[in-house]
């Protein structure tokens, strides 16, 4: 499995949850990793993103200041950190790899991602 999410659950509005990314990152050089997130009956949309190399992560505006994204390289895992969670970001998060970085304006398409994970749902209560 070259990325392999895990994390979800269902948690009251407010809560924080942690998603995790295991991802097969030495075997297959992947240096650029993304979550996105699909609610249902929606679009998949892009949550943020990271680059091994040591940049600072980049957010949608509908995460800014709420969520955190962050690596282990010694765990070539990739993990979520997702406070004051609202009912709106409930929805199936998918990560997503590349080989190579992104420019900003390029982080938010899907199908510049070569590796997908099977997403974990995460459901927020009122």
């Known amino acids: 499995v070259q990325l392999q999410a895990s994390g979800g659950g269902l948690v009251q509005a407010g809560g924080s949850l942690r998603l995790s990314c295991l991802a097969s990152r030495r075997r297959f050089n992947m240096n650029f990793l993304a979550w996105f997130r699909q609610a249902s009956g929606k679009d998949r949309e892009f949550v943020g993103s990271?680059?091994?190399?040591?940049?600072?992560?980049t957010y949608a505006d509908s995460v800014k200041g709420r969520f955190t994204i962050s690596r282990d390289i010694a765990k070539d895992t990739v993990y979520l950190q997702m406070n004051d969670l609202k009912p709106e970001d409930t929805a199936v998060y998918f990560c997503a790899a590349r080989q190579n970085r992104l420019v900003l304006s390029g982080r938010a398409n899907e199908g510049a991602y070569n590796w997908w994970g099977q997403g974990t749902l995460v459901t927020v209560s009122s």
């Open positions: 990271i680059y091994w190399g040591g940049e600072s992560p």
